[in-house]
């Protein structure tokens, strides 16, 4: 990585307020942004690219695995200062040493599970949702609870903090809005339908769809809806932001490109043989959509116009959302394989089978790329530079 643990930590520490202003500014100058270090929420950044800076050395390994126990992991980790946080079917939210595959601690939120809800961490403090409908918030060095929020339907959708503020969907319609320190209610919005994607953030608005068929932007500060457009379809896939794009999936068989400056829907893409779902979430990088389908494929578009580039056929259904490092797509499929493709030309790398499948989607960070797999176990792979 080039520079020591405990001077990474200092540099962290240092530049943690300053975040979301270098994202804001950054998103404006480049068409695929740049990341910061750690991954520490859902897709590694609130603009939800998937796109990491610590690239794995060429030729990576398995390294270790953390056992949670029997029931499956679909809940995708997040990193932060070489802590993994990762929920589990069991109800648990743990913490993971990411160099020594230790736990740290375990915390309970419900006997009913989390399920694909995925831990966000700002300011030494943990954000999940569990299948009861409750968001809470978890004390990051020991996982002591600090508060919790009752919502009014299973939470799948992954939180996203902003400065003081911490932005979560529920399946009872509502896109929440709370004090990130108290868990008070800052304001809500209701749609008309379950809200399963995660959503994205810039410029100071929430950028969400959901099963009304909608796509909404809404105005951080005080919740107002500023526009909605018409998707034909729902989503369950969280929208990935370049520049005044945002790209994503849908169960109608298709990947869309939405112009949120023109608020219109772009170019859509269907595969012409296998019409499938996409409940997969894009990655952006070098130009390139990158998304798994139910289609058993994994597709890299052209984001300017939607033509296909390339695909890689696995032998299931490609839920797990890819994650990039420099020219290397990281994802998992429901076949019990952890791919690594070429971002150029789509061919695999390296494979790895868990016999257990990966909806989970791959977190990257210290050259360590970490995924939960069915068999709730917590795979961790690198190697040596």
């Known amino acids: 990585m080039g520079l020591l643990r405990n001077q990474k930590a200092n540099i962290k520490r240092q530049t943690a307020n300053g975040r979301s202003l270098f994202f804001l500014f950054f998103s404006l100058l480049l068409p695929f942004p ?20 610590s690239e794995p050395p060429p030729n990576i390994k398995f390294y270790w695995a953390f056992n949670t126990g029997t029931e499956p992991i679909e809940s995708s980790a997040a990193i932060s200062d070489a802590t993994i946080y990762v929920g589990t079917a069991t109800g648990h939210l743990h913490a993971v040493d990411l160099y020594t595959g230790k736990g740290k601690w375990k915390y309970l939120a419900s006997s009913d599970g989390i399920g694909e809800s995925s831990p966000a961490i700002a300011n030494g403090i943990v954000y999940v949702g569990d299948l009861t409908g409750t968001f809470h918030a978890v004390n990051a060095s020991n996982g ?8 009014g339907g ?3 959708s992954s939180p996203v903090v902003v400065g003081d503020k911490v932005l979560i969907g529920s399946y009872d319609g509502t896109l929440y809005c709370l004090n990130a320190r108290t868990g008070a209610l800052v304001w809500k919005l209701q749609t008309e339908g379950q809200i399963h994607a995660t959503p994205s953030i810039a410029n100071g608005v929430a950028y969400i769809a959901g099963c009304d068929e909608y796509f909404h932007g809404v105005r951080i ?47 859509r893409y269907e595969h012409p043989q296998r019409q499938f779902p996409y409940l997969s979430s894009p990655a952006l990088a070098d130009g390139k959509v990158v998304i798994g389908g139910r289609d058993k494929m994994v597709h890299c578009l052209n984001a300017a ?7 890689f056929t696995t032998r299931a259904r490609v839920e797990s959302s890819p994650a990039i490092a420099g020219n290397r797509v990281f994802v998992g499929s429901n076949d019990g394989r952890f791919y690594t493709l070429d971002l150029a030309k789509g061919t695999k790398l390296f494979e790895y089978t868990a016999g257990s499948a990966f909806s989970a989607s791959p977190a990257i960070d210290e050259g360590r790329v970490v995924i939960g797999s069915h068999d709730g176990k917590l795979y961790c792979f690198g190697g040596v530079p």
């Open 144 to 151: 002591s609870k600090l508060w919790t929020h009752k919502t």
């Open 305 to 311: 116009t939607g033509k296909e580039l390339w695909s």
């Open 34 to 53: 740049s990341v910061l270090a750690d991954w520490p929420q859902f897709r590694a950044n609130p603009l939800l690219t998937g796109v990491a800076t």
């Open 221 to 267: 500060a005080d919740g107002k809806e500023i526009f909605k457009v018409q998707m034909g379809a729902q989503v369950g896939s969280s929208p990935a932001i370049a520049g005044t794009m945002t790209y994503f999936g849908t169960y109608a068989n298709e990947v869309l490109s939405l112009n949120l400056t023109a608020k219109k829907l772009g170019w």
């Open 154 to 156: 299973e939470i799948k």
